[in-house]
């Protein structure tokens, strides 16, 4: 990920910068059946291939880095960190896991475990979503505070947020993969959930790139791009466009430029073009 994720207030004294932060005496084995998930992590999904690869690598190498975890009673402790590695040892059949105890509060379980997730770009829009929201809903911090925690801009997490808005069928659409979240944004615009879903299937039955979403949206909002006007014509052109009309009773359209032009005469009837002519002829009509 470019740049460099600054963890919020607190949270770099629960993950070390740096794998030499910790002492060898920070680091005990506990059984891995006494360790809980931690129930604020954002990510819904693990794919199994990749966690099975994790825990062919575990096999053979063991767990290198500490899983991070709070005590949460007697013998019982619940995960703020590493939350792959330790699906992939219970996979690898793993008896114990290295830790590192720390102390956390709830938001710190959340926040831990998204900038986690936010570093190895696992989340999805919509699990990002879900966690930014619960930072902010129930533990009030404003958009700006959880920007600063996981190294975003203010307004790519109000935009995050936003799909959470979405019909459940483009929210589906967007957790399968089938849309990207431009794709998302874009369709935010439209009001109605109707009108979400027929877009979607526009979409995804033209295949369209996010660009495109945003022309076929601004359509179905009754969007007219504005017609340019061309520029108004010299003054002395203008002048003369009236003295043709007046010498020939009729409009007179004139467009000149430094390589020629053309004149276009206007008439209305049979009779108007048989005056016309004989203006320009001298003759009599």
Same mark, same amino acid.
């Given at each position: 990920m470019a740049g460099k994720i600054r963890?919020?207030?607190?949270? %770099?004294?629960?993950?070390?910068? =740096? %794998?030499?932060?910790?002492?060898?005496?920070d680091v005990q084995q506990v059984p891995i059946d006494q360790i809980q998930p931690?129930?604020?992590q954002p990510r819904s999904t693990f794919p199994k291939e990749q966690l099975t690869e994790l825990a062919i690598s575990i096999k053979a190498h063991g767990v290198i880095q500490p899983l991070i975890v709070k005590r949460s009673g007697p013998g019982q402790y619940t995960l703020i960190a590493g939350e792959r590695r330790l699906h992939a040892a219970r996979l690898a059949g793993l008896a114990e896991v290295p830790v590192v105890l720390?102390?956390?509060? %709830?938001? #710190?379980?959340? /926040?831990?475990? !998204?900038?986690?997730? $936010?570093?190895? @770009?696992? +989340?999805?829009?919509? /699990?990002?979503?879900?966690?930014?929201?619960? +930072?902010?809903?129930?533990?009030? +911090?404003?958009?700006?505070?959880?920007a600063?925690?996981?190294?975003?801009?203010? $307004?790519?997490?109000?935009?995050?947020?936003?799909?959470l808005d979405?019909?459940?069928? $483009?929210?589906? #659409? !967007? @957790? =399968?993969?089938?849309?990207s979240e431009g794709h998302g944004r874009a369709l935010k615009a439209l009001d109605s959930a109707q009108a979400q879903s027929a877009a979607l299937r526009t979409?995804? =039955?033209?295949?369209?790139?996010?660009?495109?979403?945003?022309? +076929?949206?601004?359509?179905?909002?009754?969007?007219?791009?504005?017609?340019?006007?061309?520029?108004?014509?010299? @003054?002395?052109?203008? #002048?003369?466009? %009236?003295?043709?009309?007046?010498a020939l009773g009729t409009k007179v359209?004139?467009?000149? =430029?430094?390589?020629?032009?053309?004149?276009?005469l206007y008439y209305y009837s049979d009779e108007e073009l048989d005056s016309l002519v004989a203006r320009l002829l001298k003759r009599r009509p």
């Open positions: 963890l919020g207030k607190g949270l %770099d004294a629960l993950i070390p910068p =740096s %794998d030499s932060a910790l002492k060898l005496s931690n129930p604020h720390r102390e956390a509060d %709830d938001q #710190a379980l959340v /926040e831990v475990a !998204l900038v986690e997730n $936010v570093q190895r @770009a696992d +989340l999805g829009p919509l /699990e990002a979503a879900d966690a930014y929201q619960q +930072l902010h809903e129930e533990f009030r +911090l404003s958009h700006e505070q959880i600063e925690r996981v190294g975003k801009s203010r $307004v790519a997490i109000t935009n995050t947020i936003g799909l979405l019909s459940e069928a $483009v929210k589906k #659409a !967007l @957790a =399968s993969g089938q849309i979409i995804i =039955s033209q295949d369209l790139n996010v660009r495109q979403t945003e022309d +076929l949206v601004r359509k179905l909002k009754g969007y007219k791009p504005k017609k340019v006007r061309k520029p108004a014509a010299p @003054a002395e052109i203008r #002048a003369l466009q %009236d003295e043709l009309r007046d359209s004139l467009q000149h =430029s430094a390589k020629g032009g053309r004149i276009t």
